[in-house]
């Protein structure tokens, strides 16, 4: 069964990079499936960030687009998320998550969530 | 962008009465492009229902999803103690893959 950990600072000063990586246990990162990921501010609801396919097919929520990058790293069998400039409004618990292939019908859901990780950007 | 309104923000209701949820689109989606998810205090969110109906494996059959093209509604049948959450809509047909803004289930 497929398990996903969320690692990566806690804190990151305004201005700064947020970096987080997701490690795939359970399975292998290069399958049919889109690799996710998900923010909640504190006290909010979930907001999609992205995705990325194994191939390196990305999608980004326009919202972010021109500060976030999401690549994968086939070799350590994770992927990774990186938010440039970040502000008080990225602080957040992040989640990554498996965006599973249907076959018969050829879409994607998310089946599988990390834990989720805290990160809080403050001086 | 597709726009996911829940409804209604806060449902208060006491343990074996029926929830009935509703998510609403500001376009048409396939009804294989919408999921719920519940979420409870410090966890991550659990998949419950996929493609508008399918429940995910482990859900017990007291929870349901039916809708098409622009309204969605997951109902739960008899509410349990460990259904007291926050359940989320999300379409997964296009990019942003965007989620509804929660609807809050709480005891009476």
């Known amino acids: 069964q497929v398990q996903l950990q969320e690692s990566g600072p806690g804190l990151v000063k305004p201005s700064g990079t947020l970096s987080l990586t997701c490690a795939v246990s359970?399975?292998?990162?290069?399958?049919?499936?889109?690799w996710t990921w998900v923010r909640q501010p504190p006290g909010k609801g979930l907001e999609w960030v992205g995705e990325i396919y194994h191939i390196g097919s990305t999608n980004y929520n326009p919202s972010l687009k021109s500060r976030v990058t999401i690549s994968v790293d086939k070799s350590k069998n994770q992927f990774s998320l990186q938010l440039n400039s970040v502000t008080a409004a990225d602080t957040a618990v992040y989640y990554c998550?498996?965006?599973?292939?249907?076959?018969?019908?050829?879409?994607?859901?998310?089946?599988?969530w990390g834990k989720g990780t805290t990160v809080t950007v403050s001086s | 962008e597709i726009v996911l309104t829940q409804s209604p923000g806060t449902l208060s209701l006491s343990p074996g009465e029926r929830a009935t949820l509703s998510c609403r689109a500001s376009q048409s989606i396939s009804s294989f492009y919408l999921a719920w998810f519940q979420q409870k205090p410090g966890q991550a969110p659990r998949l419950l229902i996929y493609a508008t109906s399918s429940r995910a494996t482990g859900i017990p059959d007291r929870f349901s999803g039916s809708g098409s093209g622009t309204d969605f509604t997951l109902t739960i049948s008899r509410l349990e103690p460990e259904d007291f959450a926050v359940y989320y809509c999300?379409?997964?047909?296009?990019?942003?893959?965007?989620f509804g803004q929660g609807t809050k289930v709480e005891i009476k």
């Open positions: 359970g399975g292998s990162i290069s399958t049919s499936n889109w």
């Open positions: 998550a498996r965006s599973l292939l249907e076959p018969s019908y050829y879409y994607y859901y998310i089946d599988v």
């Open positions: 999300q379409q997964y047909g296009d990019s942003p893959r965007m």
